[in-house]
């Protein structure tokens, strides 16, 4: 007398999911042809930072803080140390920088184990050139540090700066 009836579907699956397998592949193509070239690499040199010895570099040094810095030592799971340094880089002058390099050394008691310069600042579409007057965070993670270093400190110094506006020779 009754007759059961099966639901009716107002979308039939089979038709929706290539649709929408084609339209994710779609997507994704997409996504990675319009998404932006990769960062460059921490360890790349960049061009036109001045240096200790350039006159430019070392009137301009004093106007370049490095403020509430933290060495720290850390370890990984596999018991690697590393060094995590911390701090506000402050610009006092009157020239904005792009680019900003420090040099972390590391010491046994008092003599010089190892060092490393890194650039902590580079310009890129996430980081804002820092105009006078302002700050920026610095954050620094070494790895693979010396064996001969016994932990005993270290300490982190501005290395190289740039001026916002460089171009190339």
Known sequence: MFEETKPRS?????????????????????????????????????????HSGDPEFD????????????????????????????????????????????KLTLFNDDEPVWDAVRTVHRPGPRSEAIRP??????????????QEWESSHAEIEIHGIRFAGWQGE
């Not at 999911?17 to 990675?32: E, G, K, R």
């Not at 106007?63 to 402050?90: P, Q, Y």
């Open 59 to 102: 009137e301009y040094l004093e106007f370049v803080k490095l403020e509430d810095t933290r060495v720290s030592l850390a370890l990984n799971f596999t018991g690697n140390r590393s060094v995590v340094c911390s701090g506000l880089i402050h610009n006092l002058g009157r020239r904005t920088l792009d680019a900003v390099e420090v």
């Open 133 to 146: 007057f302002q700050n920026r965070r610095l954050s620094l993670l070494l790895e693979n540090l010396p």
């Open 10 to 50: 107002s979308v039939n699956l089979k038709l929706l999911l290539p649709v929408v397998a084609l339209v994710a592949a779609a997507a994704l193509v997409a996504f990675i042809y319009l998404s932006p070239d990769p960062p460059p690499r921490v360890d790349e040199e960049l061009p036109g930072v001045l």
